[in-house]
């Protein structure tokens, strides 16, 4: 079936530790996102990658790094720059880049991976 | 700068009767809009959607209302169930934007 992997689903890190999230995909999508979810915050964008080889910032990329090497893949780097990292933290992707909308364009999102600083 | 509101952060309905769930935005370039539904520790999952060109969309028990006058979008789930309890994300979008802007989630919990 076609989805959405991340892993680990939960995650412990130290204080001043790098930690990699993993992103992949097998429904053939362009565009990927990363995205955290904070208590009575909603979803802020943090990476998100229209094509191979490119990505941009979104509202929060401070202390956060990615690569897009691959379509299928896009892993989020928490580093120890990242001030409070303990998150639930969402990848998800699309068709069509450029079209946020739209019956093609709408977000298809993976299960999730929480992290949690000690 | 919060483009996307959603002011009720939990809402409790009885199992029935009917669930209305509202999104305000203030950007007047936003065009489509979005409805997700998140279980706890799962990824969101796409409900249902509305172009500015029409000012409903009814899929089965789930309808969206677009007021653009007002910048307010509602989704109505009618009758509710137990399955509905779910926090739930309006997001917005301008056509040919790279992004979803999404609100802050308002949980619902359906009683039996």
């Known amino acids: 079936d076609g989805g959405i992997t991340q892993s680990p689903k939960y995650l412990f890190r130290k204080e001043g530790q790098n930690v990699t999230l993993s992103c992949e995909q097998n429904?053939?999508?362009?565009?990927m996102y990363w995205y955290r979810q904070d208590p009575g915050q909603g979803l802020r964008l943090i990476y998100y990658?229209?094509?191979?080889?490119?990505?941009q910032k979104g509202d929060i990329a401070e202390g956060y790094s990615v690569s897009r090497e691959k379509k299928e893949s896009f892993p989020l780097t928490v580093t120890s720059a990242q001030k409070n990292p303990t998150a639930f933290y969402l990848c998800?992707?699309?068709?069509?880049?450029?079209?946020?909308?739209?019956?093609?364009?709408?977000?298809?999102f993976g299960e999730g991976s929480r992290l949690t600083v000690l | 700068d919060q483009q996307v509101k959603q002011n009720s952060p939990s809402l409790s309905v009885q199992e029935g009767r009917i669930s209305i769930l509202n999104c305000d935005y203030t950007?007047?370039?936003?065009?489509?809009f979005l409805w997700y539904k998140k279980y706890p520790a799962e990824g969101p999952t796409f409900l249902i959607s509305?172009?500015?060109?029409?000012d409903k969309n009814e899929d089965g028990r789930f309808t969206v209302f677009l007021n653009k006058s007002a910048k307010h979008l509602s989704l109505h789930i009618v009758p509710s169930q137990p399955g509905d309890s779910a926090v739930y994300f309006c997001?917005?979008?301008?056509?040919?934007?790279?992004?979803?802007?999404f609100g802050q989630g308002t949980r619902l919990t359906i009683n039996p």
């Open positions: 429904l053939n999508h362009d565009a």
């Open positions: 997001a917005a979008a301008r056509q040919g934007a790279q992004k979803l802007v």
């Open positions: 998800a992707s699309r068709h069509r880049p450029g079209l946020a909308g739209g019956p093609l364009g709408e977000l298809f």
């Open positions: 950007n007047s370039m936003f065009d489509y």
């Open positions: 509305i172009s500015s060109i029409k």
């Open positions: 990658s229209q094509i191979v080889n490119d990505f």
